[in-house]
């Protein structure tokens, strides 16, 4: 419920095109501090959180999965990314926010700005893997991992100067809403029906 609440907030203010003015303070924060060291990484980060990037991580990651056997995860990680998404997508053409422009860093993207589609795909894609990854020795890894992942992702598109930080707190908080209400789904899904051992009852 909490990243609802806060994501409601945000778009509230959105909606409303009232803005928030620690946006632009931290965009300029953002600016000041591009340069060679931070270009490469960040720009690696853009891409890799992209669309393109996601559906070849994806695509490895299902193949992995069907191959263990395990064919109702991999349909689970296909509906929690490409789930967010289509959310974001729809999202994008109701709230209609364009774009910061600040400066030109060299990186240009297309459409609308709310939310931020890198960061809420690379929050799903990370906390659908901390999903399936839990009750194993590697959850602590992928929740970490997971966790840095969608961190870096979203930050690149501020420092990259296409995405208000709102947009990207937005996406964290609808990519993580979005695939824990998918795990609570599949968790009641797998408890609903217990049948009980043994006979079923008979009459004689």
């Known amino acids: 419920m909490l990243p609802l609440i806060l994501l409601a907030e945000l778009a509230e203010d959105v909606w409303r095109r009232e803005g928030f003015a620690w946006d632009l303070e931290v965009l300029r924060f953002m600016h000041d501090r591009q340069g060679p060291v931070?270009?490469?990484?960040?720009?690696?980060?853009?891409?890799?959180?992209?669309?393109?990037?996601?559906?070849?991580?994806?695509?490895g990651l299902v193949v992995a999965l069907g191959r263990r056997g395990r064919r109702a995860?991999?349909?689970?990680?296909?509906?929690?990314?490409?789930?967010?998404?289509?959310?974001?997508?729809?999202?994008?053409?109701a709230f209609a926010r364009p774009r910061p422009?600040?400066?030109?860093?060299?990186?240009?993207?297309?459409?609308?700005?709310?939310?931020?589609?890198?960061?809420?795909?690379?929050?799903?894609?990370?906390?659908?893997?901390a999903s399936l990854a839990w009750g194993t020795r590697w959850r602590w890894w992928a929740v970490g991992?997971?966790?840095?992942?969608?961190?870096?992702?979203?930050?690149?598109?501020?420092y990259l100067g296409v995405h208000y930080p709102s947009d990207v707190l937005a996406g964290w908080c609808a990519g993580l809403a979005w695939v824990s209400g998918l795990v609570l789904v599949r968790a009641m899904r797998k408890d609903s029906i217990t049948l009980p051992s043994g006979d079923l009852g008979t009459s004689e």
Request: proline fraction near 2%; avoid cysteine; charged fraction near 10%.
């Open 101 to 129: 422009d600040l400066w030109d860093s060299g990186w240009h993207a297309v459409g609308y700005s709310f939310p931020s589609g890198h960061a809420m795909s690379s929050t799903a894609l990370a906390v659908a893997l």
């Open 73 to 93: 995860d991999a349909v689970f990680l296909v509906i929690a990314v490409g789930g967010a998404a289509v959310i974001e997508f729809v999202a994008k053409l």
């Open 145 to 158: 991992g997971g966790a840095l992942f969608a961190l870096g992702v979203g930050v690149s598109r501020v």
């Open 38 to 59: 931070l270009d490469v990484p960040m720009v690696a980060l853009s891409i890799v959180g992209g669309a393109a990037g996601l559906v070849v991580v994806v695509t």
